[in-house]
């Protein structure tokens, strides 16, 4: 049975457009404004923040408002989630692979 988690897809959703992921890269290293996560893109503010919501309702997100300034931040354990699952995956993969090495040592002529 698959480990179907819906939170993976919001995830991967989210990290599938390349805007979004210059946001996630740009808020690695540290809070920013959503005026400063607009500056590299080249698009609106209005379009900066629907990514900024999708990448909100993924988790990946979080902003709090003070004043007229709304600072977002990263979430690292969400992504880790991610991490994980393709980490997961990898040895899985490296495992089948190694299982085939031996396979094809053993048989060479085959």
């Known amino acids: 049975?698959?480990?179907?988690?819906?939170?993976?897809?919001f995830i991967f959703h989210a990290l599938a457009d390349p805007a979004r992921r210059i946001i996630v890269e740009r808020?690695?290293?540290?809070?920013?404004?959503?005026?400063?996560?607009?500056?590299p893109l080249a698009m609106s503010l209005p379009a900066v923040v629907q990514h900024l919501q999708v990448l909100e309702a993924s988790g990946l997100v979080r902003s709090e408002k003070v004043g007229r300034v709304r600072t977002c931040r990263i979430e690292p354990a969400v992504l880790s989630t991610a991490e994980q699952w393709i980490s997961e995956r990898r040895t899985s993969w490296e495992h089948h692979l190694d299982k085939l090495g031996d396979y094809l040592a053993e048989h060479p002529d085959e």
């Open 1 to 9: 049975m698959l480990n179907y988690n819906v939170s993976l897809d």
């Open 27 to 39: 808020l690695s290293q540290g809070p920013a404004s959503v005026s400063e996560l607009a500056k």
